[in-house]
Structures are given as structure tokens and as C-alpha cells.
């Protein structure tokens, strides 16, 4: 055996790699002598947090991920849950927040073009796209470049690939100062009986590659991801791919038609660690071997060493198995789109991954320890201290319009249309519901009435206030909105952005979510069937807020009946779901405390998921026999903001009676969970009395708040303000910030 | 009533614009891919929306150059009906089968909304279900759609009737000369617009106002 050792393994070269002393150790006790620079290179691949889950694995065992609906949970490159009629929605949500912080466009436009190669290798056709984005504090001075290349970046590839942006979020926060995230979901339909998987099967079968061709870009590129960022950040520019959404049109149309012709058995997507984690992927999965000849590997650049070759990233590259006797059917249709084909290898029964480049072996590795029994940690970690609920007795006094006005023309509150109108968000024609409302809603073609809906959330200030809490409200809230529009929740995706899990107490945070998370979940029969963990988000040592998206997904069985936030009409009487008569008491944690008076003490409000489940289900019933007219959860900045968004959706106005005590502020701006407002012709007397005793009998209050009308919202005990001034303030925060 | 699609790689909007003749047409149209020279005989031919080539080089350039437009341009030299939407316009303009060209947005920025349109000239064979102007809705979405001629050719193309569309209400989202969203050639055979009509065709869309437009160009192939 005769391995490429130019390059001598020294201390500083295994650190420079990400390895820790240890983690070396294990690779020598596993192959018996030093690695090649090459083998060094694919155990970095491999083993980093970002491919190995190394730090998150013992605790993501613990969620639930399976359900009578679920045909893939987590482990390939996107779940997959039955929607019935013979079809499946495959989705998956995946962070590129390092890559976007060093390369805001780049960074982002190949987390999109990632994102959508997961649900395509699968078989399914992407048909919706959102992006969660948290972003530094507004003042901070690079907070309008990232916003401008990231948004730039997500709708060019997007867009010219040819998907509808039907949701996301937007956040600013100074803990992201140094370290924005970028996570990016898409979703995809396929039939049920024509999922793709990654597993090989058959020895001595044709390793086939095909897309673009291998360059030098992202070399090393999980490694990056998968440490914590100092101020040479620069220098990790050329870490970064650079995406073509051409490219990936065309290999999306490619794969498709060739996945028709019967000649796939096994495919894999080459994302994070390109060849190496794609090629380990399916010989570790089908517990097979796998030989890779470099030589045959297409590149656009001379003299690549097998290193490099190994640990690119460039992107839109698939490698698959095939059946030998179609290889000439599927090299015709690559061809046709104008795209590389060629065999680099083939699968073996020796359990090796080997690798060979000019007559030379440059690795000889075990794949499974490489693959599916990487090393695995239980890392330490505390508890997170709970805080007490703070006195705000002695608040100063703010006038309820002049709270209102501010909070919805705050950074966070704003309406982010200046985002998504940079987004495709009609193309396929089949967006019933674009961003701005509770849940993104996409028809399934070719079906009359049914409709996906889709929903991202989650509420770093609770997440970091009280980890276990915050997770629960992070699945809660993401299902609440997918209820609002009607729609039964699926299952879900967790994106879980985190800081340094070295640290006991960021590994705490991540333990506490992964528990809420696990807990809300299991209550509201909401699996989690796909996702991605990225650690080490910080910068000198300063955490980002932990931020557990959690990408969720409903089913509409009749869109006609669908529900938008928008009031419908004059006249209706607008009812408000809660737990009991204390309509609004938790302030702690609450846009308002934050935004109005600096204030981010306390504990975030609780969510009781029994109670979460029936408010769910009451709306949803009402939604679907038709009865309401609109309806929108309540979350960031409680009552009021809510009601002000119904109105600004539709241009009527409102007029809300409550009984008030002394201090409105915790009734119109609190953030107390499972809560939502749905409207009702007035008119119908009996309707409203039906619904209103029904919601008592599920155990729920529904009362009776105020009615629609009017160009005017008038919240008790403050002045009127008019809708056009309301959407004046909305509208105004984001193209004054940006343009 | 027989009508066809350009397929290019990397065009886009092709299976929205698929969905409306067929919903619209009652039949599904042929389709026509990059490398043919030979399309069939159709009353309507529609040069959808998308990024062929990846609007590398230049919006259009090397989508106009392939073998399929040099048939295109023959049809509609027959007088056969023509048209392009979005990316369509852009090769349309490329291949020299309509005058002026389209630029980068002045927002710099790619856009997607609904805007209006006025029905400049109600009397081209795109347009006649339409009134003479009608304010209709349609959306839009894209990065390169900022109409500009000289000015002897936007004084000819405005005397002539060829605008069939503007921007209206103060709606133009790129900042395109005369608010032009969508003009015709001199025959009258062949419409370039920005707009997508095709996003608006039905009650799932919000709104049918693009049908009109599909049902002249269609009704008037029959």
C-alpha cells in the first residue's frame, strides 16, 4: 500500500483540522498508524460537529420522530410524512449561518441551494421555501450588509431555481452581532411509493457522479462551520462555496427524469464535506465498502491533490448508484442538460472506504467508525438558573396608542415586506397564502382541495430565559400558527442554532431545548422528521441566544375554507381563545418589556400544552365547518399587536371592549401562550353563541372582545388610531432602514 | 387552438404557464426543447418566464442565439402569434423580434407583488378582450425589467400603438420608460411583457384577470 504522506501529521496539523488530541488518539487505535494528510482530511470531514452531531446526538435520540403518518424520519437527507391520496411531503430545515456571516450572498444563496438538493435527492419536486434569519442589532455597523447580501442571496437562488418563498422570519438581536443565522427550509411533494434513499445496496455496482464539477471552493467548509468565529474571520472567505442556481434547475430536472427510468438505487446529495460524507453516506448506511478513483472525477481546475478533491464544497454535485445495465439511459439524459456524468467508483463488500488518485491509494479507511459510528460525547452541562417573576409594579406609565405605534414600527414587529418581495413568493402558481400572515399555504397540485401549510418559529428571548419553557414554545407557537390557517399539523423539522457546547452551560441550553422541544412534541402528536444542529455559533467567546427553529408542517384538506389573519368584514364580532378570564397577565419576556422599556428580565410565559392542544383543535374544527370569518394566533407583543396586524392585513378597523384594570399593559401587551383571535359575522346570533359555548364545553374561554368596522382601531381606555396610520408605521421601519 | 412551449434549462415559469393553456385552451400545449429546429404547426407559441442559461452573459442573450428561436422568428415572420413573458420578453428583445431593451430594476433589486395595468391598446390580437383602458391586476417578478428605447424608437413604438400595457396608478416597480409593462411589434403578431398573467388566471390566485389576455390570444388562433 503505498499512502500519499507528503505532508508530515504534526500537532498543529491535527488542531488546524478541528481535532482534539483525543479524537486523534481514537484514529490512530482505529487504523493502527498515522493517517495520510488525505485520511486527516476525511476524519475532520467526518467527525466535526457539523456532519457527526457528535455533541447533540444522545439528547436528539430523544425526541420523538415517528407517527402514523411519518414514512422517514431523521437520518436521511429529509423526512418524509404521508398526505394521503398516494403522496408525501419531504422537508427539511438546514442552518448556513457561518458561511453567511463570512459571505452574506454566497452564504446564503448555497444554504438555499442545499436545502432544496436534500428534498430533491429524495424524489420530490420542491414546492415552497421559507428562511428564518436573525440578524445583529440594527445600529450594529454590519447589520445592513449581511441583511442586504443575505436577502439578495436567499431570493437569487430561490427565485432562479424556481421555488415559492411562502414564509420565514426576520430578527434582530444584538447576541447575533457576530454571528447571524441563516436556516432555510424547503419542502417538496412526491409520491409515497417513490421516495429516494441513500443507503447502497449491491456490491460491485457503478458509483456514478454527476452535476457540476469539483473545484477548490469550500474546502474544508464543515470544519469552519463547525468552530467558533475570532476576529481572522477574513481569512476564512475562501471556505465559502459559491452557488449556481442554474446548475441546480438543471440537475433538479435531471434527477427527476432519471429517477423515472427505474435506474437509481441509492442516492446522496454532496453537501457538507462534498465526496467524502456523500461516498461514506451510502457505503456506511447499506454496510458496504466503497472504492473512488479521483481520475474519473470531473474538475474545473488543474492539478486538484485528492485532498482538496476530497473536502470541496462546490456545490450542485449528486453521487449515486445505479443499475449497471441503465447507465446509458441516465448519461443521455445528463447530457441532454448539459450536465457531468461520470463513473468515479464502485461499492465493495469490504467495509473500507478507499480512495485513489494517479495510480496511488491516498486512503484506506473503515467506514463505518467513519460513517455512522463516529464518536459520540456526553458533554457536560448545568442546568440554566430559572428567574423569578420580576415586580413591575412601578413601571412608568405608557398610553396603550403610543405602545402600540411603537412596537409595530419597531425592528422586530415591522412588516417584512422589503424581505419578501425580493422573493419569488407566486411562482408555480399554486401560493394561496404569501408571507405576512399566520402560516404560508401552497395548493398540492393536481389535487382540487388540498393545501400544504407551513410555519417557522421560535422565540430566542424564552429559549434563553428559561431553555425548556422556550422549547415548548417554540413547537407550540409553529403549531398554533399551522392551526390558525385551518390546517392539521404534520410532523416538523428542528434547525437548533446554539453557541459553544464545550461550555456547560450552552450545553444546558441546548439539553433544556432539546427536553421542551421532545416534551411539546409528544403532546401535540407533532414529530420531528428531519434537521440540523449548528454549534459553535459565537464570536470571542460571546454566545448568540440559543434559537431552536422549529419548520413545521400541516395538511389543509379543503383550501376554499382555509382562514387568513385579514378582518373579512364589517360587523364581525371578534372572539378572543384563551386559557381563562385572565385574558393577558405575563409581561416578563414580552416585545413590550423589551422594546419599550428595556426590560428582558424574568421568566418567558409558560405554555400548558393540554390547553395548547384544545385551543388548537377548537379553532381548527371552527376554521374547517366553515364558521369563522379570519383568525391569527397571538404571539410577540400579545392582544393588541394582534389585533392591529388583523386590521392592517384587511384595512377595517376594530373596537375593543375589555374590562381593564388599573394597568392595561399585561391585558393588551402581554405574551401569554395558546391564545387566538378569530372573527364571526355579529349578525349570526346563534353562530356566535354555538361557538362560544362550544369552546366552554372543550374547557376553553371565548369571549367576546370588540367588532370589525370602521377605518379606525380603538383599544379601550387610549385614542382611536386609523388603520392607514397603523400601516404607515408597519410599512415605514424596514425600507427606512435599508434603502 | 393549438399552442406551444419554448422549454430552455433553466427557464422557470414553464409549468405555470403550461397550467394556464391548459386550463384555459382545454388542451395541453406541445412542447419545444432548446436544440429543435422545427416547431410544430400551432397557432400560438409562448416563450415563458424563468432564467434560461441563468441570465448569464446578459438577461436573454444566449437563449436568443440557441436553434429553437431561429424557428420562432420564422413563425412569426408567417405571422404566426408570439409571445414571451418575462424572461420571454427579455430573448424576445435579444433575438430582435421586438425594439428597446430591458434593464436592471432601478431598485437594483429583484421584486415580486401585483401591480397595475392599463390596457394601452385594446386593439392588438392580445388585448382585444380587454377595453381600451381597462385597469387590470397582475404580479410580477423579476430583476431585469426596466423597459428603455432611444427615443426615436419609443416616439415610433408610441405612435404606432405598439404599447399594449402600462403600468398603472403608480405601480411601475422598475422604473421602465413611459411606464411600459408590455408592448407588441409592428404586425401585431408578437407581445413581450414583464407581468406574469399567467399567475392570475384562476379563484386559488385571488383573481382572473390574466385570463383575458390568454383567451384573445387563443381565441384569436382558433
Known amino acids: ?739 | 387552438m393549438k399552442s406551444a412551449v419554448i422549454l430552455l434549462p433553466g427557464l422557470n415559469r414553464d409549468r405555470d404557464m403550461i397550467a394556464a393553456l391548459t386550463k384555459i385552451g382545454g388542451k395541453a400545449p406541445v412542447t419545444v426543447w432548446q436544440t429543435d429546429t422545427d416547431i410544430p404547426d400551432v397557432d400560438l407559441i409562448v416563450i415563458p418566464g424563468g432564467f434560461s442559461y441563468g441570465d448569464y452573459l446578459r438577461c436573454g442573450a444566449i437563449a436568443a442565439r440557441m436553434p429553437v428561436m431561429r424557428a420562432v422568428a420564422e413563425k412569426a415572420a408567417k405571422g404566426v402569434t408570439v409571445m414571451g413573458v418575462c424572461n420571454g420578453f427579455q430573448i424576445l428583445l435579444e433575438a430582435g423580434l421586438l425594439p428597446g431593451a430591458l434593464m436592471r430594476n432601478a431598485s437594483l433589486k429583484f421584486v415580486c407583488r401585483e401591480v397595475k395595468l392599463e390596457v394601452a391598446n385594446a386593439g392588438t390580437r392580445f388585448t382585444s378582450r380587454y377595453e381600451k383602458g381597462q385597469v387590470i391586476r397582475c404580479p410580477i417578478a423579476h430583476h431585469d425589467g426596466n423597459y428603455f428605447a432611444d427615443e426615436a424608437t419609443l416616439a415610433r413604438i408610441e405612435g404606432e400603438g405598439q404599447v399594449a400595457f402600462r403600468y398603472a396608478e403608480g405601480t411601475n416597480p422598475n422604473g421602465s420608460l413611459n411606464d411600459i409593462a408590455g408592448i407588441v411589434n409592428t404586425e401585431g403578431n408578437v407581445l413581450g411583457m414583464m407581468p406574469h398573467p399567467e399567475n392570475l388566471i384562476e379563484e386559488a390566485h385571488g383573481g382572473t384577470d390574466g385570463r383575458a389576455l390568454f383567451e384573445a390570444a387563443l381565441g384569436r388562433a382558433a
Open chain 1, 1 to 739: 500500500m503505498t499512502l500519499s504522506n507528503t505532508i508530515p501529521i504534526t500537532d498543529e496539523l491535527v488542531a488546524s483540522h478541528g481535532l482534539k488530541p483525543d479524537e486523534y488518539q481514537r484514529i490512530l487505535d482505529l487504523i493502527g498508524r498515522e493517517p495520510s494528510f488525505t485520511e486527516l482530511g476525511i476524519f475532520s470531514a467526518m467527525w466535526n460537529e457539523h456532519c457527526s452531531y457528535k455533541s447533540s446526538k444522545k439528547w436528539l435520540k430523544t425526541l420523538p420522530t415517528s407517527g402514523p403518518r411519518v414514512l422517514q424520519g431523521p437520518g436521511e437527507n429529509a423526512g418524509v410524512v404521508d398526505i394521503g391520496d398516494g403522496q408525501a411531503v419531504v422537508f427539511k430545515m438546514e442552518s448556513h449561518n457561518h458561511p453567511s456571516y463570512i459571505e452574506p450572498y454566497q452564504g446564503a444563496a448555497t444554504g438555499v441551494g442545499g436545502i432544496l438538493r436534500d428534498v430533491f435527492t429524495m424524489g420530490a419536486r420542491p414546492v415552497a421555501a421559507m428562511n428564518a434569519l436573525r440578524f445583529g442589532a440594527p445600529d450594529h455597523p454590519k447589520t445592513q450588509h449581511l441583511v442586504a447580501g443575505v436577502v439578495a442571496g436567499v431570493g437569487g437562488y430561490g427565485n432562479s431555481f424556481g421555488v415559492p418563498t411562502v414564509g420565514g422570519e426576520v430578527e434582530f438581536d444584538p447576541s447575533y452581532n457576530g454571528n447571524c443565522l441563516v436556516n432555510a427550509f424547503a419542502a417538496g411533494l412526491a409520491d409515497a411509493d417513490k421516495i429516494f434513499l441513500s443507503q447502497a445496496k449491491g456490491v460491485g455496482l457503478p458509483v456514478v457522479y454527476l452535476g457540476a464539477k469539483t473545484g477548490r471552493d469550500g474546502v474544508g467548509g464543515a470544519t469552519m462551520a463547525s468552530a467558533e468565529f475570532d476576529d481572522d474571520i477574513e481569512e476564512k472567505r475562501p471556505t465559502v462555496q459559491v452557488g449556481d442556481p442554474f446548475t441546480e434547475k438543471c440537475l433538479l430536472e435531471a434527477c427527476l427524469e432519471l429517477m423515472k427510468t427505474g435506474a437509481v438505487i441509492a442516492i446522496q446529495d454532496m453537501g457538507a464535506a462534498g465526496l467524502t460524507c456523500s461516498a461514506v453516506e451510502m457505503g456506511a448506511k447499506g454496510d458496504l465498502g466503497i472504492e473512488l478513483d479521483l481520475d474519473a472525477v470531473p474538475v474545473r481546475e488543474e492539478r486538484m491533490s485528492a485532498y482538496e478533491m476530497m473536502l470541496s464544497e462546490s456545490q450542485e454535485r449528486m453521487l449515486m448508484v445505479l443499475r449497471p445495465e441503465k447507465e446509458e439511459e441516465a448519461e443521455a439524459i445528463f447530457r441532454k442538460w448539459g450536465l457531468d456524468f461520470a463513473i468515479v467508483g464502485k461499492t465493495t463488500d469490504d467495509l473500507r472506504f478507499r480512495v485513489l488518485h494517479q495510480g496511488e491509494e491516498v486512503a484506506n479507511l473503515p467506514i463505518k467508525e467513519l460513517g455512522d459510528e463516529a464518536p459520540e460525547y456526553d458533554r457536560p452541562w448545568v442546568e440554566s438558573p430559572k428567574a423569578a417573576l420580576p415586580d413591575f409594579s412601578a413601571l412608568p406609565a405608557i398610553d396603550p396608542a403610543d405602545a402600540l405605534l411603537k412596537l409595530i414600527g419597531s425592528a422586530n414587529l415591522s412588516s417584512r415586506r422589503w424581505v419578501w418581495e425580493q422573493y419569488d413568493t407566486l411562482i408555480q402558481g399554486n401560493s394561496l397564502q404569501r408571507p405576512g400572515g399566520d402560516a404560508g399555504v401552497v395548493r398540492v397540485e393536481g389535487h382540487e382541495t388540498k393545501a400544504l401549510a407551513f410555519s417557522s418559529d421560535v422565540t430566542p428571548r424564552y429559549v434563553e430565559a428559561d431553555p425548556f419553557e422556550g422549547g415548548k414554545q417554540a413547537v407550540a407557537e409553529c403549531w398554533r400558527n399551522l392551526c390558525a390557517t385551518g390546517a392539521l399539523p404534520l410532523a416538523a423539522t428542528d434547525n437548533l442554532n446554539f453557541g459553544n457546547p464545550e461550555r456547560p452551560e450552552i450545553m444546558g441550553q441546548l439539553v433544556g431545548a432539546i427536553k421542551g422541544i421532545g416534551e411539546a412534541c409528544r403532546a401535540l402528536d407533532f414529530p420531528i422528521v428531519s434537521g440540523n444542529v449548528s454549534l459553535y455559533n459565537e464570536t470571542n467567546g460571546k454566545a448568540i441566544m440559543p434559537t431552536p427553529t422549529i419548520g413545521g408542517v400541516g395538511l389543509i384538506d379543503d383550501w376554499t375554507k382555509m382562514a387568513r389573519i385579514g378582518f373579512a368584514a364589517e360587523g364581525d364580532a371578534i372572539l378572543l381563545v384563551c386559557k381563562s378570564n385572565m385574558w393577558g397577565t405575563h409581561l416578563a419576556q414580552s416585545a413590550y418589556m423589551r422594546d419599550l422599556h428595556e426590560r428582558r428580565d424574568g421568566p418567558p410565559p409558560p405554555v400548558d400544552l393540554a390547553h395548547e392542544r384544545r385551543a388548537g383543535e377548537f379553532v381548527r374544527d371552527a376554521i374547517q365547518d366553515g364558521r369563522i370569518t379570519a383568525c391569527h394566533d397571538l404571539s410577540d407583543g400579545g392582544l393588541a399587536v394582534a389585533i392591529a396586524e388583523m386590521a392592517m392585513a384587511s384595512g377595517i378597523g376594530a373596537a375593543i371592549s375589555l374590562p381593564m384594570p388599573t394597568e392595561p399593559a399585561p391585558v393588551l401587551f402581554g405574551e401569554d401562550q395558546g391564545r387566538y383571535l378569530m372573527t364571526v359575522p355579529r349578525a349570526d346570533k346563534e353562530l356566535l353563541r354555538e361557538i362560544i359555548d362550544e369552546g366552554a364545553a372543550r374547557g376553553l374561554v371565548v369571549a367576546w372582545i370588540g367588532e370589525t368596522g370602521g377605518t379606525e382601531l380603538k383599544l379601550p381606555g387610549t385614542r382611536a388610531i386609523s388603520v392607514e396610520e397603523l400601516k404607515a408605521r408597519h410599512e415605514s421601519w424596514f425600507p427606512d432602514f435599508m434603502d
